[in-house]
Structure formats: C-alpha cells, structure tokens
C-alpha cells in the first residue's frame, strides 16, 4: 500500500536502513521478499501517492531489473513481475487547481483510454517532473471502463449471495428476498457506478447490512428458521429493514 510510503523517509522501509543507523541489519521489505521469492507478483497499490523521491527507486527495477538494499545486497526482479494500480486520470486540476473529474461513465471506452493516460503523462512529466519513470513504463499502462450496468448487477448479485450465505452460517436463520423487494434493493446499489465495485459495497452496507444487523439484533431468533425481509424503509436518511417468519 504506497500511501504509507508517502514521507520521504519511509525508504528506508523498502530498501533497508543504511549503515549506522537502526534497522540496519535487517534489510528491507520489498528486496528482502523479493531476494526470497523472486518468482512473485509485486503488486504496489495506489503508486501514485508514494513520495516522488521513493519513486526514484523504481527507475532502476524497471530498468536493469534489480535494485540493492542499505547492506549493498542486490534483489534481482528479473523474475517478477510487476503491478502498479492508480487512479491517475480519474480527477484532474484545471487551471485554478480546482480538482474535476475528467472522466464519467457513458463515455465511450476510446475516450476514457486517452483522457487518463493523457493525465498519466502530464502528471509525470510536469507534476513530478519524472518522465523518465514515464518512459520505463511504455505503452504498459491498462486503462479499467467503468463498470457496466450488467456487471454491477452481477457484482450486487454476489455480495448480497455473500450476505445471505454469512447470515445463514453465523446465526442459522435463511433469508428470503422477494423478488420485487430484490429488484429495488439492486436499484438502489447499482444506481450510481461512478465509484466502481467498492461504491456498490458501501450502498449495499448503509442500506441494507446495517439495518439487517440491527433488525437480527433486536429479534429474538430460534436457530434453524426461515426469515423473510418484508420492506426496507428509509426515514430521515436512516435505513430499516422488516422481517418476518417465511412461510
């Protein structure tokens, strides 16, 4: 996770301390893993919020392959490979530094693809005035659409399965959705994607998990029943969900 590589001095968790100081013996996270495994995935999450000078390291990984830690042992990555995820290009700053989204769903993918690596390319090259970690990277850069309407609904799909099955395992009671009950639930979820996958996990968490967790709660429950959800309401923004016996 590259957000807590944010300080400058947070190197020294990567690469090990260097002589004299503390830690120095024991070498570094991401060479001491990869001189362990060097036929491994490295997946460096949100890259984009790392210090600009520990992205500095990364010019001699893509590079040559390798890099030496503070006891001078080199990690050799020759065998890896390499994963940077980013949200670069999704918001932007105009000419007043008012951060704006420059991309939204609906857009045609081939719009999509050259609005975000035309902000990747400008975010190196005169945000961090690095366009040479631009150009070890190449043209390897996989531009994500944002979900689409049928895929959300797939993904809603397997949550509330999640939900249900969770349900059916921790407290032995098996619910029920009717269907009509179900589409709108989905509708709800799913109504905006902007915020991809995660943001139909948090709509589906505020309104129906934590009403449903409280509605378990607050219900004296025999193990082994079948429950139904009956209605979900919402009052002054607070969700509620009803239950009551199937059958």
């Known amino acids: 996770d590259m957000s807590e590589f944010a300080a400058e001095h947070s190197a020294a968790r990567l690469l090990g301390a260097p002589p004299g100081y503390i830690g120095y013996d024991a070498g570094g996270e991401l060479t001491n ?3 362990a495994r060097p036929f491994s995935v490295v997946l460096f999450d949100e890259i984009e919020k790392a210090h600009p000078r520990i992205l500095d390291k990364f010019l001699q990984i893509l ?11 080199t990690a050799y990555f020759s065998e890896a490979i390499i994963v940077f995820t980013s949200n670069l290009g999704i918001y932007v700053e105009d000419e007043a530094g008012v951060r704006r989204q420059n991309v939204a769903p609906g857009e045609p993918y081939e719009e999509v693809e050259a609005k975000v690596r035309g902000a ?9 005035m690095r366009p040479e970690i631009l150009n070890r990277i190449g043209d390897n850069v996989v531009v994500f659409d944002f979900i689409a309407p049928d895929v959300a609904a797939r993904i809603f799909e397997g949550m509330l399965a999640n939900v249900v099955s969770r349900v059916r395992r921790e407290h032995g009671v ?8 179900l589409e709108r639930l989905r509708k709800l979820c799913t109504a905006d994607l902007s915020n991809g996958g995660r943001g139909i996990g948090n709509r589906m968490e505020s309104v129906f998990i934590n009403p449903l967790a409280r509605a378990l709660f607050g219900a004296a429950l025999a193990p082994n029943v079948e429950i139904a959800v009956t209605d979900l309401v919402e009052i002054d923004r607070i969700w509620t ?3 009551q016996p199937a059958g």
């Not at 590079?63 to 042992?73: I, P, Y």
């Not at 990747?120 to 961090?128: G, P, T, V």
Request: aromatic share 6%; hydrophobic share 40%.
């Open 120 to 128: 990747i390319a400008d975010h190196f090259k005169f945000r961090l």
């Open 174 to 181: 098996t619910l029920t959705i009717p269907p009509a009950l």
């Open 33 to 35: 893993a990869v001189r």
């Open 63 to 73: 590079e040559d392959g390798r890099l030496t830690d503070g006891r001078g042992q």
């Open 241 to 243: 969900v009803s239950l």
